[in-house]
């Protein structure tokens, strides 16, 4: 499957529900030795009351992908207790 099928595609979490982002607002991990992707980085934005929103940067390891869909890609997560949120914005 070509990267540009991707596009347009919502990023869900199959373990909250919560939609985690677009795959185009997205950047891709490639591991250079063997040339496969490792993750999927997505930013995560919460607004606040229209205040100050937060951004985190949430990674997605590949072999946490259960479907690729025709409008979304399903995740399965629990990144309250894993390491996969990297950092605040």
């Known amino acids: 499957m ?12 199959l373990n909250d529900g919560s939609r985690l982002g677009l795959i185009e607002d997205a950047d891709l991990l490639i591991d250079p030795e063997s040339g496969k992707i490792d993750s999927i980085l ?14 985190n940067l949430i990674r997605i390891p590949w072999d946490n992908i259960k479907k690729i869909g025709n409008e979304m890609i399903i995740v399965d997560i629990d990144y309250k207790y894993t390491n996969n949120r990297i950092f605040n914005l």
Not at 2 to 13: A, D, T
Not at 42 to 55: A, I, M, P
């Open 42 to 55: 997505v930013y995560e934005t919460k607004n606040q009351f229209f205040l100050k929103s937060e951004k």
């Open 2 to 13: 070509r990267l540009s099928k991707f596009s347009g595609r919502e990023i869900v979490n």
